[in-house]
Every structure is written in structure tokens, then in C-alpha cells.
């Protein structure tokens, strides 16, 4: 069974910065994709960035330029790198991990930013 163990979030004011660790445990394809998504109050989850286990990266425009993700294969685990943090960055922050049609989740980490 796979786990994904978040840590890092947190409250942060208006341009401060924030980093999450995610460690992933368990039988897991070396092969893979890790990412971060995040889900605010009455919206729907979205894709903050992933990376491939080849470190190929994605990021939608929103976060584009402010959030960086990184891994280390070795350890099986994701990192994202929030700086230039915004109020409306605020949510739940919830780790992946894919490969294949398998898809697992941690349970996630609050970021809440401040104006």
C-alpha cells in the first residue's frame, strides 16, 4: 500500500514564502509523476505543478514563476517551493502520486495567506 506523508503548510502573510515536503512509502513504480494539487473552499481541486520522475515539470499560469517543484527520486519524495505568495494561494494542498491508472493521495496540508 502506497502513503504519501505532507508536511509544511501553514499560515503565511502576503508575499512570504512556504515549502511542502511530500514522502511518498510503499511499493511505487519508479516510473512515475508527482505533483501537488490544491482545493480552496467551494472550488473544485486543481493542479499547482508536477514532475515526472525524469524531472520534466508543469505549472498552470497561475503559479507560474512563483512556485517551484522538485524531487528526490532517492528518497521518494516531492517538494514545492511557494515564494511570492498571494491570498488567493490559500487552500488545501494535497500531495500525488500516478503511474499507470494508479492514482494516490495524501490527506493534505492547509496554506492559508493573509493580506
Known amino acids: 500500500q502506497v502513503q504519501l506523508v505532507e508536511s509544511g503548510g501553514g499560515l503565511v502573510q502576503a508575499g512570504g514564502s512556504l515549502r511542502l515536503s511530500c514522502a511518498a512509502s510503499?511499493?511505487?513504480?519508479?516510473?512515475?509523476?508527482m505533483g501537488w494539487y490544491r482545493q480552496a473552499p467551494g472550488k473544485q481541486r486543481e493542479l499547482v505543478a508536477d514532475i515526472t520522475s525524469g524531472g520534466i515539470t508543469n505549472y498552470p499560469d497561475s503559479v507560474k514563476g512563483r512556485f517551484t517543484i522538485s524531487r528526490d527520486n532517492a528518497k521518494n519524495t516531492v517538494y514545492l517551493q511557494m515564494n511570492s505568495l498571494k491570498p488567493e494561494d490559500t487552500a488545501v494542498y494535497y500531495c500525488?502520486?500516478?503511474?499507470?491508472?494508479?492514482?494516490?493521495w495524501g490527506q493534505g496540508t492547509q496554506v492559508t495567506v493573509s493580506s
Open positions: 510503499g511499493i511505487i513504480l519508479s516510473i512515475n509523476t
Open positions: 500525488h502520486l500516478g503511474y499507470g491508472f494508479r492514482d494516490y
